[in-house]
């Protein structure tokens, strides 16, 4: 790549004027002002990163030098300016802040010196030079770095600037390996901290919004590199490995470009955000993509092309840190003894140090089978630490052979199903054989999608670090460790026979992402031949492509439809046709569902599946040729409430006389301990004195309950879900019934904005006022709601889609509405449907990242479904009103601020 040549950061005029009007901080401010605007243009025009980011260093040198001299500093023999930490490097973005240490020689200081120091500070604030400073003795910095390891890294990356070079070569010896912080020490610390680090991240990089500098494979992983490199070999530049043998060349300019590509990703952040940012923000990647040349190729979005370069970079960048730090490992902290003789445990494999190596360098060429053997290997020893760095660099070398003739050859066929079978390590090998290329060349269509990332907010993670973390949640489903969990998960794990078939269902679920077409078919093919061709049973090769194919089934039935209905039950049962399929599917959706976004899985999600699962398993046990018998459902639902109320010594002919007001709808979409709850709150309660409002904090649903027993006036519904948004909460379930004498027996299921059911006291007091209160005020509807629309959510444009289908055994019309979800949409939709007199049986919500998919079955005009004429007058309705309720966009909701859940 040809670049263009550097900026004239400093054109002599502009830095003249500087030196005839000291103190002019207007003059200063719009000079700093210039140099960053040059920098931001050369990055435009092509110039090299590397030159950029030194050469700003260099003018930000010049200029703090010259304030330096018109404070009058620079010619005492007292101080001396330094820069430090990045800045200390040579390195600056534009936006970062710039670290100096000012070296003062006597810790007794002159407090008219302290005065000319502070005035020197604030100028450099004054013209937009955002510092971070110190002013310290030379016992005062050897003091703090003994105390801290940042301090220590701060300091050794010192640069002199101006002043006293005696004293900052004082200051230098001061702070050297013999002095503070041996090298074995600050490498011991530098890797508990970067652990530490990792750690907070969630132990991976491939996420929405990574984190360029902090996150792992990110720059900070490369600067600690240097920091020991320096600390431990006196070598002032990374490159100087290669002579040490640390590094190969080819390593050395891998790393280098990774660096300068995460360079520039920064360097654009700072000039996209016009601030200090180091997340790829997604508001930003659309951008960021433009700013680097990707444009959309059919099914390839810009945004995703770039993404998937970013994320390579860093699982490149990731597997030379860990290829270092072996090294490093072995160099400074291991007993050389350990590392003479090796353990050989296998023909071509020994331990040497707890690591795994080639006995000899030709074993992958000689047998290129080794190269899925050595994995199979870590699985039976666990206690092996993990590969060597010599070994790793064989095996990226040699991972070409992995060939379609490779492929083919049935002892690499039995050993790569070998190591999906066995009892432990099933996802830590997969995922160091992703980290090493060997998955992705064993499976070319994993290889498509690694680094893939899908731009929504469904999806938090790439889609091979997606596909991975299904595995692994898939797996310890199988460990007695983690069966407090998912106890009914464990348990039906527990009887799986050949489980293997789940690991490979989770494996190809998502395989085809980005082909183009229904990715659930493409999958499924896949699987099916790679079952086929890894000498599975045709029996269990079709389960296996038929869970590829449905692995979406169970999450949508139990999450949009409403799975109280029978029918509904019913035709999913249809679907599934076994208890093994079933059993695996359930297996399966949980790993999925845990696997896409941490935030995504609460107990309302794992009450709802656990529903659906044993609604299924009766239905399939009774058999798909008997359709449910709803008299007899309901019957057994009223014998069991009743049940509950004797408990609570309420006889059954009160209970009765109560539920004669109730049609069979109520008994078949609530529970028998719902309906004993709301049996008990009428009968105990004056019902002269409505509305009745309760809260039940947490339920057999895994979600909070919500009772409201009110005259039923118009716009019920919209009233009671705008003051639910205004108190927070997410609704995920509503369902709507009306007594024979006038009243409207509503129940609200409810989480609060982070996913967790609400706290009984004054939270559950909090709901009961507000509602009551909004109850009781008359017909007006509340306030809207004020909430602007989250900082993520601005960038998406889904279009607002309202469906009807009739339902014809239950007289109702099913309505679906898609649309970007958002503060008060659901009051919203409630409102429009109260001015046009529809009544609501049930609402389902349903939100998927950034839009919702909700249902509701409706009536009118005396339990009518709705006429054609009226679903067009409603959709036109519901569509006017969701874009004219659209909020401006803004910065992130404060915690608790739900989105479109919230009613």
């Known amino acids: 790549m040809t670049h263009a040549a550097a900026p004239e950061s400093a054109p002599g005029d502009d830095y003249q004027a500087l030196s005839r009007h000291p103190g002019d901080i207007p003059r200063f401010r719009e000079y700093r002002r210039a140099l960053v605007d040059r920098q931001y243009q050369g990055f435009r025009d092509g110039v090299a990163i590397e030159e950029l980011i030194f050469g700003y260093a260099r003018r930000i ?19 001396c300016l330094v820069a430090v930490g990045g800045y200390g490097r040579g390195e600056l973005h534009p936006a970062s802040d710039i670290d100096l240490q000012i070296l003062v020689e006597d810790p007794e200081r002159d407090p008219r010196l302290d005065e000319r120091l502070g005035e020197f500070v604030t100028f450099l604030w004054d013209i937009g030079i955002e510092v971070g400073h110190s002013v310290r003795s030379i016992a005062d910095c050897t003091r703090e770095a003994r105390d801290d390891i940042t301090v220590v ?22 702070i050297e390996a013999d002095r503070v912080w041996d090298s074995r020490s600050f490498y011991a610390a530098k890797l ?27 720059l900070r992983d490369i600067q600690m590199i240097g920091w020991v490199t320096k600390r431990h070999f006196g070598a002032e530049r990374i490159e100087e490995l290669v002579s040490l043998g640390f590094l190969r060349e080819g390593e050395y300019q891998e790393m280098a470009e990774g660096q300068n590509f995460l360079w520039r990703v920064r360097f654009a952040l700072h000039m996209l955000a016009g601030r200090r940012e180091d997340r790829l ?6 951008q960021l993509a433009s700013t680097f040349g990707f444009v959309d190729q059919n099914q390839n979005r810009a945004v995703e092309q770039f993404m998937q370069r970013y994320f390579r970079t860093i ?66 020893y666990p206690e092996i630490q993990g590969i060597r760095a010599s070994t790793v660099r064989l095996i990226r070398a040699h991972r070409h052979l992995i060939d379609g003739h490779f492929r083919r050859n049935r002892l690499n066929r039995d050993l790569f199903m070998a190591i999906l079978r066995a009892p432990r390590g099933i996802t830590s090998q997969l995922r160091r054989m992703n980290r090493y290329g060997v998955l992705g060349n064993y499976l070319p269509a994993f290889g498509r999608i690694i680094g893939r990332m899908q731009y929504d907010l469904f999806h938090v993670y790439t889609v091979d670090e997606h596909t991975l973390h299904v595995v692994r ?79 979406l089934l169970m999450s949508l039935t139990a999450q949009r439809r409403d799975i109280s209905d029978p029918d509904v039950v019913m035709e999913f049962a249809r679907e599934v046709r076994t208890r093994e399929r079933l059993n695996f599917l359930y297996l399966l959706t949980i790993a999925d569902i845990r696997g896409t976004n941490p935030e995504m899985w609460n107990s309302w999600k794992d009450s709802l599946l656990q529903t659906l699962y044993h609604a299924t398993r009766n239905v399939l ?20 409430a009743l049940e509950l109320l004797a408990q609570q010594d309420i006889d059954a002919q009160r209970a009765d006389s109560l539920w004669e007001r109730l049609d069979d709808e109520y008994f078949l979409r609530h529970s028998p301990d719902e309906i004993a709850w709301h049996t008990q709150a009428l009968l105990n309660n004056d019902l002269d004195d409505l509305p009745l409002v309760l809260v039940r904090p947490r339920t057999s649903r895994g979600s909070t309950e919500v009772f409201v027993y009110a005259e039923d006036l118009p716009r019920l519904f919209a009233r009671i879900t705008a003051a639910l948004t205004q108190l927070g909460l997410d609704i995920v379930d509503a369902r709507i019934i009306t007594t024979a004498d006038g009243h409207s027996l509503d129940t609200f299921l409810v989480l609060e904005g982070a996913g967790q059911t609400v706290e009984s006291g004054y939270r559950t007091e909090e709901i009961c006022a507000t509602l009551n209160h909004v109850l009781r005020e008359g017909p007006e509807m509340p306030a809207p709601v004020q909430r602007q629309l989250p900082r993520r959510l601005k960038h998406f444009d889904v279009d607002t889609r309202v469906d009807f289908e009739e339902e014809s055994p239950t007289g109702t019309t099913r ?5 970007l979800d958002r503060p008060g949409l659901l009051s919203t939709i409630g409102h429009v449907l109260s001015e046009h007199d529809i009544d609501i049986r049930t609402a389902r919500i349903a939100t998927a990242g950034e839009q919702v998919e909700d249902s509701f079955t409706l009536t009118t005009d005396g339990d009518r479904p709705l006429t054609t004429e009226e679903c067009e007058r409603l959709r036109a309705a519901l569509v006017e009103a969701i874009r004219a309720s659209a909020p401006p966009s803004a910065e992130p909701l404060p915690a608790g601020a739900g989105g479109q859940g919230s009613g």
Not at 315 to 341: G, K, M, T, V
Not at 357 to 374: G, N, R, S, T
Not at 630 to 635: P, Y
Request: hydrophobic share 40%.
């Open 281 to 286: 923000l997604f508001d930003l990647q659309r």
């Open 621 to 640: 046990d009774r058999g798909l040729d008997r359709p449910p018998d709803l008299e007899e459902q309901i019957r057994q639902t009223r014998d069991e």
């Open 61 to 79: 040198d010049e200029l703090l030098c010259l304030i330096w001299a018109q404070f009058g500093l620079a010619g005492d023999p007292r101080l």
């Open 192 to 218: 508990a901290e970067q652990q530490a680090r990792h750690r907070r991240f969630g132990e991976t990089a491939y996420r929405l919004e990574p984190n360029v500098k902090e996150g792992p494979g990110g």
């Open 315 to 380: 699982s490149d960048l990731e597997r030379l840190n860990e290829l270092l730090l072996q090294h490093f490992n072995e160099a400074i902290l291991d007993d050389p003894e350990q590392l003479q003789e090796p353990d050989r445990i296998h023909p071509r494999f020994q331990v040497r140090g707890g690591y795994l190596e080639v006995a000899h360098d030709q074993v992958f060429m000689i047998y290129p089978p080794a190269l899925l053997e050595v994995f199979r290997i870590l699985q039976q």
């Open 815 to 819: 309505m679906r509405i898609r649309a």
């Open 153 to 174: 890294t701060n300091l050794i990356e010192s640069r002199y600037l101006s002043g006293s070079l005696a004293l900052f070569n004082e200051f230098r010896a001061a």
């Open 473 to 551: 949640n898939a797996r310890r489903l199988a460990l007695p460790e983690f069966a407090h969990e998912h106890p009914l998960a464990s348990e039906i794990h527990a009887g799986l026979e050949r489980p293997e078939r789940l690991v490979l269902a989770a494996l190809f679920h998502d395989i085809a992402k980005g082909r183009g077409g229904d990715h659930s078919e493409l999958g499924a093919h896949d699987a099916l031949h790679f079952c086929q061709q890894h000498g599975l049973s045709e029996t269990d090769a079709g389960l296996v492509a038929w869970l590829v194919r449905s692995h």
